[in-house]
């Protein structure tokens, strides 16, 4: 006999978590970081993939080996799930679930039509700014959010189907245009996308504000390693939820900003570029980088205005 439904969630700590709930059900773990890199509308397509891959092999170095064994292996598995009358998402409050819930909803819009999506998005009703992780709430917590799910409307699959589509353009403009119509049943989706606005290059010292909070840590602070770092900058992100793993990426990139990470250290540039005393665009810049289906050095940040600028 076939399950009645079926389970999507942001990784593997949530099916874990699931795993020992309990509660029935097929479950299916949603392995990328559609936060990162190149998008395209087309979720789930030849086209899709191999732009995704390239973006890994290029940036991490993954192998198309892992990336079949750990994300499209499991999509393979989600596409095998054709007959559950209801589909459930688990999907937090970040930037990085954000973007892959919308995709998600995208493709089971196309895909899976007549079924219900219904969504467990934990929210924090005593103090909204304390965000909660599902793998972390206890069974009885976790039990809670799954009997108080929402169920998504007709009109709510199309909106996040929008929300993706505009992600995926070329052109981040009209983005930022809609994350004022605050939508009820996805809490978390307007910080998350005026948190994407922000990762494009400021105008005063061509640095997004996540790499520049990744120098204001480092000058603030006292490190021994690039490792405790990298702990430190996990632990205060907030909003955009990334891995260590993207922590190096950035770090990489800016290593002309440091003169040390053994103890981590700026150079006399990085404190200048941190103090908006000289502009460290051209030197970042990449033209192979991407923030969903945008080139990220096309744009610039008027963190005064709070609006993106073409060039």
């Known amino acids: 006999m076939k399950s009645a439904q079926l389970h999507i969630t942001n990784g593997d700590n949530t099916t874990l978590a699931l795993q020992k709930l309990k ?23 030849e086209n899709f993939w191999k732009s995704r891959f390239d973006f890994f092999s290029r940036n991490y170095k993954i192998t198309k080996k892992h990336f079949i064994d750990n994300t499209l292996k499991e999509f393979r598995n989600l596409c095998n799930h054709k007959y559950q009358e209801e589909i459930i998402l688990w999907f937090e409050y970040d930037l990085s679930c954000q973007i892959n819930m919308i995709a998600v909803i995208s493709w089971l819009k196309k895909n899976r039509p007549n079924a219900t999506i219904a969504l467990v998005s934990p929210e924090n009703k005593t103090d909204p700014k304390k965000y909660l992780r599902l793998h972390k709430l206890v069974q009885k917590e976790l039990l809670s959010f799954y009997k108080n799910r929402i169920i998504l409307a007709k009109e709510d699959i199309e909106y996040a189907d929008y929300i993706w589509q505009l992600y995926c353009s070329k052109s981040p403009l009209q983005l930022q245009n809609i994350i004022i119509d605050s939508h009820s049943h996805f809490t978390y989706l307007h910080d998350a996308i ?17 790499e520049n909070n990744i120098l204001e840590t480092a000058l603030t602070g006292s490190y021994a390693s690039k490792k405790s770092f990298i702990q430190k900058l996990l632990h ?43 502009n460290y665009y051209h030197s970042i810049k990449n033209d192979l980088s991407y923030l969903g289906g945008s080139l990220k050095y096309n744009y610039l940040y008027d963190e005064i205005d709070g609006k993106l600028l073409k060039l």
């Not at 059900?25 to 970081?33: A, S």
């Not at 907030?238 to 053994?262: A, N």
Request: hydrophobic share 35%; glycine share 10%; net charge positive.
């Open 194 to 210: 005026e948190a994407h606005l922000q990762r494009f290059p400021t105008i005063k010292n061509g640095l997004n504000k996540i």
């Open 23 to 45: 509660i029935g059900g097929e479950i299916v773990t949603w392995r990328e970081m559609l936060c990162e890199g190149k998008t395209t509308i087309d979720v789930g397509s």
């Open 236 to 278: 205060k992100q907030e909003i955009y939820g990334f891995s260590s793993l993207q922590y190096e990426k950035k770090i990489r990139d800016l290593k002309g900003l440091f003169r040390s990470f053994s103890p981590v250290v700026l150079n006399d540039l990085g404190q200048d570029v941190l103090q908006k005393k000289q």
